[in-house]
């Protein structure tokens, strides 16, 4: 189709939790991720929206994190079909007037007009939300004119509570989503949000696996959306047949009871640095990653084109940090929190996990690391008799 006009997305400005326990989510923000907690919503809001919220920011990264306050609330209405799990996505656009129009005319379907609040300063927010292929995740659009409140109702700390943001965590990279058929969401990325095609690739662990004869297998498809104003992207994966019910995208939704949000990738400067420091100080779990993975990564650089990095492959072996590109010495270093569910060892946390990630040149999505992911959750989920 004829490319479409942009939306005139400045970012995705911050992600909207809502989650059982807020308390808990506060612990692992500000001492184990060590983000500072800037702003908690105020009692009229608590009133109004039945939910109780803070902010915590580290970087250019905010998360809201709400948990209900009774019944009748969106995190409440939220909570009743899903585990914790991430609600609204919010949008900073250039005119609000305008992304309205165009997605108006794109027949989005709207939960709310155009709000508009005033600080004391005279600072204008205005926004409005809209429902979204991704299951029961929302998304808002807002636009900011010298607002210097964070969010209408929120009470922001004279000085930040928690963290200092010592791992070095910088900004939202992408937004990766899991749905039993991505299509319809491919076709509304497209036609309502105007992204476009990025990155795809698609394959089942059997396929380099065959001779050990397994029944089941991590397949997927994944292709990533993106906007090339404002360089968002969502990256989307769907199972991929055979074996489809074992796929652990499958298990995703089945835990997750539907589509929705699976990981948040946030980058950071010096990642073996950072990852180091999580593992000693705050014991922060990581999904592990085989020693072969790291036998083979010699050849597997050379083979890739990298040819070449910075990093000592025994330290990535230690930390069990990945690596993957296609061009000389451009390169990207990932590694994939464990789900909330295994860390909190509460099922009602749900499945969500963080991936943490350095580009070194190379914008891609680790392609070549999808495997040894999904086989590292694979063994994981066969250890807990899920498949």
């Not at 992600?15 to 907690?37: C, N, P």
């Not at 298990?251 to 980058?267: K, M, S, W």
């Not at 061009?327 to 464990?338: D, G």
């Amino acid at each position: 189709m004829a490319k479409q006009e942009s939306l005139g997305i400045k970012a995705l400005e911050s992600i909207h939790w809502y989650v059982h326990d807020l308390e808990r989510s506060r612990q692992f923000y500000t001492k184990g991720l060590d983000f500072a907690e800037v702003a908690v919503s105020g009692p009229e809001l608590e009133a109004h929206g039945k939910q109780k919220s803070a902010l915590f920011q580290a970087g250019e990264i905010a998360l809201v994190v709400s948990q209900p306050v009774g019944e009748g609330g969106r995190a409440w209405r939220y909570l009743r079909k899903h585990p914790d799990g991430v609600g609204t996505l919010n949008f900073e656009v250039e005119d609000v007037e305008k992304t309205f129009k165009l997605l108006e005319q794109r027949g989005a379907t709207f939960i709310t007009d155009i709000q508009r609040f005033t600080d004391d300063a005279g600072g204008k927010l205005a926004f409005f939300s809209i429902t979204t292929p991704f299951g029961d995740t929302t998304f808002r659009f807002l636009q900011r004119n010298n607002y210097k409140s964070i969010y209408p109702g929120f009470q922001v700390h004279a000085q930040p509570k928690g963290g200092k943001n010592k791992y070095g965590f910088d900004k939202l990279d992408h937004v990766t989503s899991n749905f039993q058929t991505m299509k319809p969401m491919l076709l509304w990325m497209e036609h309502v949000m105007g992204f476009e095609k990025f990155w795809h690739i698609e394959f089942h662990t059997d396929d380099v696996a065959s001779q050990q004869k397994r029944d089941h297998g991590s397949g997927l498809k994944s292709e990533v959306m993106w906007d090339p104003k404002s360089g968002v992207k969502f990256a989307n994966n769907e199972p991929k047949f055979p074996f489809f019910k074992a796929s652990q995208i499958n298990i995703f939704n089945e835990d997750h009871r539907g589509d929705g949000v699976q990981h948040l990738a946030i980058t950071v400067k010096d990642i073996l640095s950072s990852v180091k420091d999580m593992r000693q100080n705050a014991g922060i779990q990581f999904m592990p990653t085989p020693g072969s993975y790291y036998d083979a990564l010699p050849d597997r650089i050379e083979r890739m084109g990298i040819k070449k990095i910075d990093e000592d492959i025994n330290v990535l072996r230690d930390l069990e940090v990945l690596i993957d590109g296609d061009k000389e010495r451009s390169y990207m270093l990932q590694i994939f929190m464990k789900d909330a569910a295994s860390l909190y060892k509460q099922a009602d946390a749900g499945p969500f996990f963080y991936e943490i990630i350095q580009r070194k040149g190379d914008q891609g999505f680790g392609g070549g690391n999808f495997r040894a992911l999904f086989e590292s959750i694979e063994r994981a989920q066969k250890a807990e008799g899920r498949v």
